[in-house]
């Protein structure tokens, strides 16, 4: 029983020290969802598919529709961070009075196309605020510190995930950052074996649980390299093994089985650390940019450059560097 308690508190430590008190709930719950035991993960469900309902229900109800105790109900509250469910409830309330959609049903043919294209692009919108409120600006500019400190950053990932990463690890070298990336999985683990304590490894993955993505995150921590994460799964196996967890909403809108907004969520925060890192060493980001792109722009046939000057194309690009560079 005693290893229980304390197996229960471990938990409780951790989720309280991922969700800060400006981390929006429903994201983060959803978020755990896959990590969560059975009667754990029903009453998450319960919250999650009805919080207007789940909040107007008294426990007794709520347990009985979950096939959970009402022990079983604070429990869960306990581990989000809440001293019991008089709490919650207080914090769903506030939640759902502010301008924040809840994630709706899946996409069908019958809905119509106007009603679908409509209904995509709701949910990326929708999926962008929740990735924001489920990340605090301290977590972000740590992540952005560590990528403009560091000796060189590993990127890991693959799969659908695979892409982002790669995006990610072109826009850090066009700043100057000192960016490298395999696209075969044993390659990666290779790199992971052979990082420094000097180095910084940012993994990738969308459930958090691909063993390839995991392992080479873990073996760069063992190593002593400072590790960052971009998850849509909270608490999962790579959420852990990252000193710097950032969490892309999880999208519950399916269409053809597939999960929309999750790489559209992974790219805004893959922004958000490009910006950041090079905000803070704007002028080498700039003297970079510059010179790549003096180069690439040859490589455009005649009479097709749609941007104009390379001052106008830098301002396209990267806007917030120019406006800063512009201003200091």
Same mark, same amino acid.
């Given at each position: 029983?005693?290893?229980?308690?304390?197996?229960?508190?471990?938990?409780?430590?951790?989720?309280?020290?991922?969700?800060?008190?400006?981390?929006?709930?429903?994201?983060?719950?959803?978020?755990?969802?896959?990590?969560?035991?059975?009667?754990?993960?029903?009453?998450?469900?319960?919250?999650?598919?009805?919080?207007?309902?789940?909040?107007?229900?008294?426990?007794?109800?709520?347990?009985?529709?979950?096939?959970?105790?009402?022990?079983?109900?604070?429990?869960?509250?306990?581990?989000?961070?809440?001293?019991?469910?008089?709490?919650?409830?207080?914090?769903?309330?506030?939640?759902?009075?502010?301008?924040?959609?809840?994630?709706?049903?899946?996409?069908?043919?019958?809905?119509?196309?106007?009603?679908?294209?409509?209904?995509?692009?709701?949910?990326?919108?929708?999926?962008?605020?929740?990735?924001?409120?489920?990340?605090?600006?301290?977590?972000?500019? !740590?992540?952005?510190?560590? /990528?403009?400190? *560091?000796?060189? +950053?590993?990127?890991?990932? &693959?799969? #659908?995930?695979?892409? =982002? @990463?790669?995006?990610?690890?072109?826009?850090?070298?066009?700043?100057?950052?000192?960016?490298?990336?395999?696209? !075969?999985?044993?390659?990666? /683990?290779?790199? *992971?074996?052979? +990082?420094?304590?000097?180095? &910084?490894? #940012?993994?990738?993955? =969308? @459930?958090?649980?691909?063993?390839?993505?995991?392992?080479?995150?873990?073996?760069?921590?063992?190593?002593?390299?400072?590790?960052?994460?971009?998850?849509?799964?909270?608490?999962?196996?790579?959420?852990?093994?990252?000193?710097?967890?950032?969490?892309? @909403?999880?999208?519950?809108?399916?269409?053809?089985?597939?999960?929309?907004?999750?790489?559209?969520?992974?790219?805004?925060?893959?922004?958000?650390?490009?910006?950041?890192?090079?905000?803070?060493?704007?002028?080498?980001?700039?003297?970079?940019?510059?010179?790549?792109?003096?180069?690439?722009?040859?490589?455009?046939?005649?009479?097709?450059?749609?941007?104009?000057?390379?001052?106008?194309?830098?301002?396209?690009?990267?806007?917030?560097?120019?406006?800063?560079?512009?201003?200091?």
């Amino acid at each position: 029983m005693r290893l229980i308690t304390r197996a229960l508190m471990e938990s409780r430590r951790r989720r309280n020290s991922i969700r800060g008190s400006n981390v929006s709930l429903l994201p983060f719950i959803q978020g755990l969802l896959p990590t969560l035991k059975r009667a754990q993960r029903r009453i998450a469900q319960a919250v999650v598919d009805d919080p207007e309902r789940f909040i107007s229900r008294p426990i007794s109800g709520l347990a009985r529709d979950c096939r959970v105790s009402a022990g079983s109900i604070v429990l869960f509250c306990k581990s989000m961070g809440l001293r019991g469910f008089p709490a919650l409830k207080i914090a769903l309330a506030r939640e759902l009075s502010e301008p924040v959609l809840v994630p709706g049903k899946k996409l069908e043919n019958q809905d119509g196309i106007p009603s679908i294209v409509q209904r995509v692009f709701e949910q990326h919108i929708d999926s962008l605020r929740q990735t924001l409120r489920l990340n605090t600006v301290e977590t972000l500019n !740590d992540a952005a510190k560590f /990528l403009g400190g *560091a000796k060189r +950053i590993a990127l890991f990932s &693959v799969g #659908l995930s695979y892409p =982002v @990463a790669y995006s990610l690890y072109a826009r850090l070298r066009f700043i100057g950052l000192p960016a490298f990336i395999e696209f !075969d999985s044993h390659m990666q /683990l290779a790199a *992971a074996a052979e +990082i420094g304590r000097s180095e &910084v490894a #940012l993994g990738i993955s =969308v @459930a958090g649980n691909t063993s390839e993505t995991v392992e080479c995150l873990r073996l760069s921590k063992l190593r002593g390299a400072r590790t960052i994460c971009i998850t849509n799964s909270v608490n999962s196996p790579l959420s852990q093994a990252a000193d710097v967890p950032l969490y892309a @909403a999880p999208s519950e809108v399916k269409f053809f089985q597939a999960p929309l907004a999750s790489r559209v969520t992974q790219l805004a925060l893959a922004d958000v650390l490009l910006v950041l890192a090079g905000l803070r060493r704007k002028s080498q980001a700039l003297a970079h940019l510059r010179h790549a792109e003096e180069y690439l722009l040859k490589r455009r046939l005649p009479g097709t450059e749609p941007g104009g000057s390379l001052t106008k194309r830098r301002r396209i690009l990267f806007p917030t560097l120019e406006r800063t560079s512009d201003s200091s």
